[in-house]
């Protein structure tokens, strides 16, 4: 194996492979032409990537009551098609009680992985480098709550340098939707509390439109321009309640985050706050060094939302298409940018789709693919490659179907650039294991400076 | 490196041999170089604007100068502000090493210009590989980098095993590479880190590739400069725009006309439920205006010590079977003590429960507790939620016993109250005695009618009384007395909301909001494909069994009942207008209807002035309830 492949002080910020032979090519052809998607790429980007075959997936799965242990685990299933137990489970790690496992992201020199629990507000961080086969349980945070100053529901685990940036969804005063995004250091010591801002607190914000919700969701950055953006949920009443039970409950409708929030990423400090009605989701940003633009899309009113900055250096948020027909609520989910920003993979979680979508014009995408992957789907990640991708069922315990439809299920893909065809798949249910969320990948060549695999780690991606 | 400053101020280049051996792909790889290396992509934010909070200690260890002299890191880092990275001399990657030292020298070519800073800034290279890194090759590495008088130490220590343990403690990641034969290339893998470390050792900040760039580090060093100078941070936050609400004793938003597209957001920061502590007993010893003498059970007087730790409890999160909920997650103090955004509870794990939570506003004067009725003191009442599988889920008395046994933080607190420790009695006489002090009359009707102040409400309002009392029979329920009036009558009636809930047949189509101004017709198939079988709920009768008794619920109070909503038993009515239409409507027929539920023939004025009359029976004393509420510890795992 190369000492490029694997040298990780080349692998610091990500993003790169692609964007680096994409570039590459601008300069040879003045054409983009590289097909890769970048699900790695969903993760923060400071951190090591697998541009090749990826060896583990680990799944962040629910317990469910009444199935199995009922309790809340890690599930590794081997996705390496060159090993013997490829497509099978080789390992899971209970972590006690139903907590709401949801998301989870590794630290910045990817030895860990942090995984949140909606609920008990309970952040798991497990060593998955000692052996990337079967990860262990390093440290439990239990003090989330108490120590940031009441936010509840830690959800998006994202890492900076040395440390890792956690957003809310709520808090311990009314479990409603004011939050704050919550910084901790790699070895798990509280550092700060970053409150979103709110009417009676903008903190130096300046509303652009009617609304200053203090919600919070999800976050990605842009260090290149500074540019750090979090988008809006809904509070621990909403997350947790049966969803049926919600959606005709007219009050607890009107509880649901409207903005995006432009940080300045050095500072913390809030700057701007866009109104995107129907709660933004999931936020990515495109990796093209000049593009500096990031899509989200609303759960609820189910559009595509453009966050860009224009040529007098202004950013500005635009609502640039509807998924689905949105007066039947498809409830876009989980979202993926390929890393030549030229598509967009969408999960609806009412329709059980995943839909792609052309977006190299970002201000005009068209959908250009879909493909029914069950009853219900909610994540979707993809290999660095672009080649194969993995879907999970889960959206919340309360919030999944019921009956027959709840299907648990994990299932990998392969993308020949037309069509999806599925590989394999796993059946949560029978397998007594539970609700499948969170996937993030793991490869043996991470953590071993002398080992042959088919895994290649990324180099630099500046761009980001 | 003023050759690979140059020679990289292309935008990449092309590396040689990277990715030679790669099976992803056998193009030649371009490397893109670090923003370290170029102009900082935007304006670093202005030294003092902002604050670095404290990452954690600096670690410490011996190390050794390009003079072979000892040190300790914490010598070198005394009363400096400190730039600590680690490298090694041989490291080729030029976004690697090469980068933290290039921008190394930037600052310290830069700082070299400000006399003042020399003395107080130190940067520190420290070799992460002692076997090739002695110290001569350490003053190799550093010629040409020292001109100037910023002081930049080069330091590699003495061997393996004193270098490790400093390694550990600054995270720093380094794998030694080997070859195809097994021998080691001389080469590292590593995540690059440079560290921020003030004059007092604590790391301020850690840079890695992406960020790490002189002009934002530059003004790192001067913001944590211009803090040790004492001199006063500019305040940024310019709050000119914020609104200034006052008071702030109500929910985070009340989401006033989120029906409409002109909707406006009217959020108060957590920060801003500003706690103050109340003399809760006086709420009992003088009852407000309007309320009588509060009914106190003779084996459970009360004491500000019981209120405290009733107090204490009631916002203790811990006393539920996963730490997630306390007496106030559903009765939220300035949500009226009930909860305004939903409108049937959820408990532990979001579990359906089938009622609205209650006020407990004047909660003491209750003879029935619950919807239903089927508790009789507040005492044992406070058992039901701690128990119930649905909402704290405790799984036993003896658990939540244990449980405030195992917090120092109740430490002497049961005995000081109760002379005894914590029990199942005295958990109940706690929390029973501070709802028993959340007393709140004095409204403006009670200064009209019971003071004689004829200013105090409207012409609109006593029309409204009137109606009240006589044409819309309101007070037959909720009564009315001489000296004080509690507008209930300890009574339960069937109105027909519980009928309709039960025996309702979903069809066709649901409106759901899904914005502000944005409604969407759902049908029910597809909702209930996402919706638990909905529990049913028969009143009165879940405690009788008597046919009679189907779905007839305790008449609430209305006291602060402009606080409350969403409003019934099972929160299905928004507004107070709609209550009253609902009523002038005769309310839903069916068998057990109580007779005095007929329609009221009221015209859309009279409806108006009853809903005029129903908001001047918010006691004046609220914001001192919720601010003492906010003034409570809430109690959440450490």
Known sequence: MNKCIKNISKVTSGGLKAGVAALLTIALTGAMAIPAQADETCMSPYMAKIVGQEDYVYVWTLGMEGLGDEQDKLVTVDVNPASPSYGKIISTLSVGGRNEAHHSGFTDDRKYLWAGGLDTNKIFIFDVHTNPAKPTLHKTITSFVAQSGGVAGPHTTYALPGRMMITGLSNNKDHGGRTALVEYTNEGEYIATHWTPTDSQLNGAVKTGKYADGYGYDIRVLPRRNVMLTSSFTGWSNYMMDFGKMLKDAEAMKHFGNTVVLWNLHTRQPKKIFDVPGAPLEIRCAWDPNHNYCFTTTALTSKIWLIYENDKGEWLAKEVADIGDPSKIPLPVDISIQSDDNMLWVNTFMDGLTRGFDISDPFNPKQVYTKKIGTQVNMVSSSWDGKRLYYTSSLLANWDKKGDDNEQYFKSYHWDGKQLTEKFSIDFIKEKLGRAHQMRFGAKALYSSNQSTPAALSQLAIGQ | ?638
């Open chain 2, 1 to 638: 490196m003023t050759q690979i400053i140059l020679f990289f101020s292309l935008v990449f280049l092309i590396s040689a041999n990277c990715f030679a051996d790669n099976s992803a792909t056998s193009t030649r790889q371009a490397v893109i170089l670090a923003p370290g290396y170029g102009p900082l992509g935007f304006t670093a934010p202005e030294v003092g604007s902002y604050q670095l909070p404290v990452l954690s200690q600096a670690g410490d260890g011996q190390v050794i100068d390009t003079n072979g002299d000892e040190h300790s890191l914490s010598q070198l880092m005394h009363n400096q502000v400190v730039v600590l990275s680690f490298i090694y001399s041989t490291c080729s990657d030029v976004n690697g090493c090469p980068l933290a030292t290039s921008v190394l020298h930037q600052v310290k070519t830069r700082m070299n210009k400000e006399p003042q800073l020399v003395g107080r800034v130190r940067l520190l290279t420290l070799s992460f590989n002692p076997e090739f890194d002695t110290p001569d090759v350490m003053k190799h590495y550093a010629k040409g980098l020292q001109e100037g008088k910023l002081d930049w130490r080069f330091l590699t220590t003495r061997s393996e095993q004193q270098l490790l343990p400093i390694l550990k403690k600054y995270q720093q990641s380094r794998q030694k590479e080997y070859d195809e034969e097994g021998q080691f290339s001389g080469t590292y893998s590593h995540i690059l880190r440079v560290f921020l470390i003030d004059r007092k050792g604590l790391i301020r900040n850690i840079y890695s590739v992406s960020f790490l760039h002189p002009d934002t580090l530059i003004n790192d060093i001067k913001t944590l400069l211009l803090e040790h100078s004492n001199q006063r941070i500019t305040k940024v936050s310019n709050d000119t725009e914020s609104q200034n609400f006052k008071p702030l004793y109500r929910a985070g938003d009340p989401k006033t006309g989120y029906e409409q597209l002109e909707y406006k957001t009217q959020s108060i920061a957590l920060s801003d439920r500003i706690g103050k502590t109340a003399d809760l007993l006086q709420y009992v010893k003088q009852p407000p205006l309007g309320l009588g003498q509060v009914p106190i059970p003779l084996d459970n007087p009360l004491t500000p010590e019981k209120i405290q730790l009733g107090r204490k409890l009631f916002f203790d999160r811990r006393l539920s079977l996963n730490n997630t909920f306390s007496c106030a997650m559903c009765h939220v103090p300035e949500q009226g003590f009930t909860s305004n955004e939903m409108a049937t509870s959820v408990g532990v794990e979001g579990r359906t429960v089938k009622r609205n939570a209650p006020t407990i506003y004047n909660i003491a004067y209750a003879k029935l507790l619950f919807h239903d009725g089927r508790e009789n003191t507040l005492e044992q009442q406070v058992w039901g939620p701690l128990l119930a599988h649905k909402e704290m889920a405790n799984p036993s008395v003896g658990y939540v016993i244990d449980k405030i046994n195992s917090n120092d933080d109740y430490t002497g607190l049961f005995e000081k109250a109760f002379k005894r420790g914590p029990s199942m009695e005295t958990i109940g006489m706690a929390i029973a005695s501070y709802e028993r002090t959340l007393n709140s009359g004095n409204s403006a009707f009670d200064r009209w009618f019971y003071d004689q102040d004829d200013q105090t409400i409207s012409t609109e309002a006593k029309k409204g009384f009137n109606l009240f009392q006589g044409k819309a029979g309101c007070a037959n329920c909720h009564q009315v007395g001489k000296d004080s009036a509690l507008f209930m009558d300890n009574q339960l009636h069937n109105t027909g909301v519980g009928y309709q809930q039960a025996m309702f047949k979903e069809s066709g189509k649901q409106q759901v909001q899904i914005a502000p101004g944005v409604f969407v017709e759902v049908d029910f198939a597809v909702i209930n494909e996402v919706a638990e079988q909905k529990p049913n709920d028969l009143g009165r009768y879940d405690v009788t069994q008597a046919p009679e008794d189907r779905w007839s619920y305790k008449t609430p109070s209305l006291r602060n009942i402009a606080l409350t909503a969403p409003y019934m038993h099972n929160g299905s009515i928004s507004s107070l207008k709609q209550v009253v239409e609902f009523y002038n409507l005769g309310g839903v027929a069916n068998k057990n209807l109580d007779p005095l539920i007929k329609p009221l023939n009221l015209t859309t004025v009279e409806i108006e002035e009853l809903v005029a009359f129903l908001h001047t029976l918010t006691g004046d004393n609220i914001d001192q309830l919720v601010a003492d509420a906010f003034a409570a510890p809430v109690g959440d795992t450490n």
